[in-house]
């Protein structure tokens, strides 16, 4: 059973998938983290692999950017394929102080300025916060590991350049970073009674203006990999 998306039949994909925006993330984590490992997905180049984790089984796979791209792959999987939780890893800009670049952003809530939830036909503001238990055992693993972790709001925005710097009226409101993905990744595991959570490294420092490379979002942001994996 394909879909337009995703070439893996039925019981290819785990329950537990594991995701990126960029799908040679995905490869990165089935090379360091899996045994056993099965490729599942090329189409569109959105790379999946399945395999074993300390013996239990996983997916991996990429989702793209942007609350569209993730809206399609999270829906296809819960809905489709039998997947029980989603655990996004992914890049964020901070926009506080106090965070520090390859600090986690765990994300207990995602605003956003998209269009995504209208589709929802909601009478007022929807607003998507993640799986408390799994929030609970990540920011709880992350403390064991020492990794330096914030829980809180973030911004899934549609917008990467932004012209009017919109983002300091969201500081004002608290929100810790700014990625592009998990208001419609929590949205669509509660519309299909699934679970998912987004443990974010922070790329970025918006409001020093300093960033790292490609090639460390790509590979060494490892920490927040350590701790999804651990959600197993």
Same mark, same amino acid.
């Given at each position: 059973m394909s879909t337009p998306h995703n070439q893996a039949n039925r019981?290819?994909?785990?329950?537990?998938?594991?995701m990126s925006g960029d799908p040679l993330r995905a490869k990165f984590m089935?090379?360091?983290?899996?045994?056993?490992?099965?490729?599942? #997905?090329? *189409?569109?180049?959105?790379?999946? &692999?399945?395999?074993?984790?300390?013996?239990?089984p996983v997916s991996v796979m990429g989702?793209?950017?942007?609350?569209?791209?993730?809206?399609?792959?999270?829906y296809e999987l819960f809905n489709f394929y039998d997947v029980e939780q989603i655990l996004r890893v992914g890049t964020a800009g901070c926009i506080q102080k106090g965070i520090n670049i390859g600090d986690v952003v765990i994300a207990q809530g995602a605003c956003t300025d998209s269009n995504y939830l209208a589709q929802f036909n909601?009478?007022?503001?929807?607003?998507?916060?993640?799986?408390?238990?799994?929030?609970?055992?990540?920011a709880k693993k992350a403390q064991e590991l020492g990794i330096?972790?914030?829980?809180? #709001?973030? *911004?899934?925005?549609?917008?990467? &350049?932004?012209?009017?710097e919109s983002w300091r009226q969201w500081q004002k409101m608290g929100i810790l970073a700014i990625e592009m993905e998990s208001a419609?990744?929590?949205?669509?595991?509660?519309?299909?009674?699934k679970r998912a959570l987004a443990l974010l490294t922070v790329s970025d420092n918006i409001v020093?203006?300093?960033?790292?490379?490609g090639e460390e979002r790509q590979t060494a942001f490892t920490k927040m990999m350590d701790v999804a994996f651990s959600l197993i």
């Open positions: 019981g290819d994909i785990a329950a537990t998938v594991i089935a090379e360091k983290f899996l045994d056993n490992v099965k490729q599942f #997905n090329g *189409l569109r180049g959105m790379l999946g &692999y399945t395999g074993t984790y300390k013996g239990k989702h793209g950017m942007g609350m569209p791209s993730i809206g399609i792959y999270s909601l009478p007022g503001t929807y607003a998507p916060i993640a799986d408390f238990d799994l929030l609970f055992k990540a330096a972790c914030h829980v809180g #709001n973030v *911004l899934s925005s549609d917008i990467f &350049y932004d012209e009017n419609a990744l929590y949205a669509n595991a509660v519309k299909a009674g020093e203006k300093v960033a790292t490379t």
